[in-house]
């Protein structure tokens, strides 16, 4: 019952609907109580040859308005019962949802995109069941049942009572023990599913990898596995499961023999009458519900106590990064200076940064170059503060960046990653990404700035397009190009392009880079590249080798310094030579 009272919160934010749902189930309950014993008058007036048409009529009648309100009130309990707990689970979800918002990317590096919707799916569903299935059972078990028991008591034999309730301790013994069991195996059966979850997302988002290389079968043999344990896990659940039912059915046939066989011999002895025994059993029919219930209820609950411990369990994990006290909430410019003496990623045993100590002045345009894992993108990240724990300091208009709030840091910065997401829905409303009211006309001016206008123009629906989950409908450099005219609609005060045109052509390069030269000035720009041609018009580059700076200066002065720079460029020039089919002497 741990989950019953871990949602106090809930409970008493819907007090009113509970007091009214649970008010009228135990109305239901005591109406229920009449039918049995006017069949027992009944039986007896028969038996005694006393029953007259009026009086029929008259228990009759009384027949009809309990069952109409207790249709009327079960109405009533379903909706503030059932209705509360889907009201829940949409709490549930919100929080959810919003704490996924304010995780740091180190959170995602370590947890499956299908565990995470498994939590905000089933888990949540088991929690949903606990308040509205689990409080109706409860209730319902402990207002029939102590009804029920009260009136065979009182209005009958409390010792007829007492002999046909003598197996139940069994079963409140029996069914706690299933319970127990049933919680430890349920968790690790939504485990299973939240696997089953991440293989099915990530198969389906790389469909198109899978299909290239052929691995097709392999994909589906390695989903079938994870299926199959499903089901296996499923199948511990369900065994547990089924021993409810036939164990309380099984305890509750004893109670009906004792009670036929005692009820008989106090008839025989005057203790009873006929209808009393009628109306005994009866009342015991309308046990086997509670009894029933409780079954279902440590089912419920411990379902619901396993799936709301793994939800508090994400829940409880706090953002690895947070605003400070105090922290600076205004939007920063200036100058950027790093002095970073070491950083390491989590889990990383390598530092990916070392000895990076430069300036950025405001308004100029920062270079980036290196091979793959040199520790470009490190930079950008931690600029973004996404990632901390570094040895030194970055500060942004001479205040360090751990001092802003993060909300303004981030509304300074315009991005546009590697990985170019775009959200499913039309070209214009992922340019509008930042800004969904803006005006049409600044949709078009940031396309044309990224040089993707006159490709938009193309489709048959133009701005109104709708490019698929990630966009897919669109190609690599599209996509590249609407990434950056989203990131330019911002019109932040600092752009940060990583590796963001490796995917258009040198023509298209060359006119998104004089676009950004003529509209940005003023404003600072930092550009990550493998190619030289991205960033060789920078103010100042940078030469990143395994995480430290090997060379810095402009373009003409790194060519001077007949570096690692220089090797660079040699070789992207002849490769250019070789790609048009000319000579090494052309």
Not at 111 to 124: E, F, K, P, S, Y
Not at 277 to 282: D, E, G, I, K, R
Request: hydrophobic share 45%; with cysteine.
């Amino acid at each position: 019952m741990k989950v019953l009272l871990d949602l106090r919160w809930f409970f008493s934010e819907r007090k009113k609907q509970y007091s009214i749902g649970i008010t009228a189930l135990m109305i239901v309950a005591l109406l229920q109580l009449a039918p049995p014993k006017i069949i027992g008058f009944i039986v007896d007036a028969v038996a005694k040859d006393e029953l007259t048409a009026e009086m029929l009529t008259r228990w009759m009648i009384i027949l009809a308005v309990a069952g109409i309100l207790m249709y009327v009130l079960r109405y009533i309990w379903r909706v503030m019962i059932f209705g509360s707990s889907v009201y829940l689970a949409r709490v549930m979800r919100e929080r959810l949802f919003t704490h996924f918002t304010r995780m740091s990317p180190s959170f995602y590096q370590r947890r499956r995109v299908g565990d995470l919707m498994a939590h905000a799916t089933n888990d949540i569903n088991a929690v949903q069941q606990t308040a509205g299935s689990g409080i109706l059972t409860l209730f319902d078990s402990i207002s029939t049942g102590g009804f029920v028991i009260l009136m065979m008591a009182f209005s009958i034999s409390w010792k007829l009572t007492l002999i046909a309730l003598l197996p139940i301790p069994v079963m409140i013994i029996l069914t706690s023990y299933y319970g127990r069991l049933l919680r430890n195996r349920f968790r690790v059966a939504q485990e299973a599913f939240s696997d089953l979850n991440d293989k099915a997302q990530e198969s389906i988002s790389g469909i198109k990898v899978l299909k290239t290389f052929g691995q097709q079968e392999e994909d589906v043999e390695s989903f079938t596995k994870r299926s199959e344990q499903v089901v296996k896990e499923n199948m511990r659940v369900a065994k547990v499961d089924a021993l409810f039912d036939p164990t309380i059915a099984g305890i509750f046939a004893i109670s009906y023999v004792l009670s036929f066989y005692f009820g008989t011999r106090f008839i025989l002895s005057g203790e009873l009458s006929i209808g009393d025994l009628v109306a005994f059993t009866s009342y015991l029919g309308l046990l086997t519900w509670p009894m029933l219930a409780i079954g279902f209820l440590f089912n419920i609950v411990e379902r619901g106590n396993a799936s709301y411990s793994r939800i508090q369990d994400l829940l409880s994990i706090e953002p690895g990064i947070q605003d400070r006290p105090n922290a600076v909430s205004q939007l920063p410019h200036g100058d950027i200076v790093f002095d970073i003496d070491t950083f390491k990623f989590p889990d990383d045993k390598r530092a990916s940064l070392r000895n990076l100590h430069f300036t950025i002045k405001q308004g100029e345009t920062l270079g980036v170059i290196g091979k793959t894992g040199s520790g470009k993108t490190a930079i950008l990240k931690l600029l973004m503060r996404e990632f901390e724990g570094y040895s030194g300091t970055i500060t942004y208009g001479g205040i360090p960046i751990t001092r802003y709030k993060k909300e303004c840091l981030r509304q300074a910065i315009g991005y546009v990653p590697q990985d170019h997401f775009l959200f499913s829905t039309t070209l214009g409303e992922n340019i509008a990404f930042t800004n969904p009211k803006i005006d049409p006309e600044k949709i078009v001016a940031a396309a044309k700035s990224a040089h993707i206008h006159e490709d938009i123009l193309t489709f048959e629906e133009g701005y109104e397009t709708m490019v698929g989950e990630r966009g897919v409908s669109l190609s690599g450099g599209q996509r590249q190009r609407v990434s950056i005219a989203r990131a330019l609609l911002m019109d932040p005060e600092l752009l940060l392009l990583d590796d963001s045109l490796s995917a258009v052509d040198a023509r298209t390069e060359e006119a998104i880079l004089r676009s950004l030269k003529e509209e940005r000035t003023g404003k600072t720009t930092i550009i990550t590249s493998h190619r030289l041609s991205a960033i060789q018009h920078a103010h100042q580059i940078i030469v990143l080798d395994e995480g430290e700076v090997v060379e810095i200066g402009d373009h003409e002065s790194l060519i001077a310094q007949n570096g690692i720079y220089k090797e660079m460029y040699d070789l992207q020039q002849l490769e250019s030579i070789v790609e048009q089919g000319g000579g090494a002497d052309e």
